[in-house]
């Protein structure tokens, strides 16, 4: 995946887009192209108006609303709303981080406010699990989880090697070229000679 995005031959965009387009109207087809998706009434602030549920994190869901006018000029192909949006975004960050606070940064981004229904509890039983945002592709989904597997795999070797050497023990590995292996103990008594 990273290689595709590096190469800029990924289709992460219309990916989020068909996402995006199945959560608003699973009814209706899925985009097939950026110019179907420009074409069609797909925003994800009416996305963010219909399925948030950031009452616990009011910051990121603050964010994710100043995101919401990036993405929007992003689908209608509005790249010069895109570059303003983000110039302010990206200011409004680094106001918030001066701060400590979204309470003035939030007045840089020069958006609306955010609706009421986005910090409302809309949880249903289902989102409890499921470990990954609808908006994210089953695809991805899979690369993810594989990729943590591995990680843990990798973290629980570390440890357990850690381990070992704290306690004193060696492995086979660890063992001084020097030094003789000890001696297995056989599985079977030997035969006298006779």
């Known amino acids: 995946m990273q290689s595709d995005l590096a190469l800029r031959q990924s289709q992460y965009w219309l990916a989020f887009l068909q996402q995006l387009s199945r959560r608003m109207n699973p009814s209706k087809p899925v985009p097939t192209s950026e110019d179907a998706a420009a074409s069609s009434s797909l925003s994800f602030l009416a996305y963010l108006e219909r399925h948030g549920a950031f009452k616990q994190s009011r910051d990121l869901g603050t964010i994710l609303w100043v995101v ?3 993405v929007d000029a992003a689908i209608a192909q509005d790249f010069d709303g895109v570059k303003e949006h983000l110039a302010l975004f990206v200011t409004a960050l680094d106001q918030a981080a001066l701060d400590q606070s979204w309470s003035t940064a939030f007045l ?3 958006v609306e406010e955010p609706p009421a229904t986005l910090f409302s509890e809309k949880g249903t039983p289902l989102s409890v699990a499921r470990p990954f945002s609808p908006l994210m ?7 993810l989880l594989a990729y943590l597997k591995d990680l843990d795999i990798m973290t629980n070797k570390k440890q357990e090697t850690a381990g070992k050497k704290a306690s004193g023990q060696t492995t086979s590995t660890d063992q001084k070229d020097g030094e003789a292996s000890p001696k297995r103990r056989p599985r079977f008594p030997k035969k006298p000679k006779g």
């Open 68 to 70: 919401g006018y990036i």
């Open 108 to 110: 840089v981004t020069l």
């Open 137 to 143: 592709p089953a695809a991805w989904g899979a690369v």
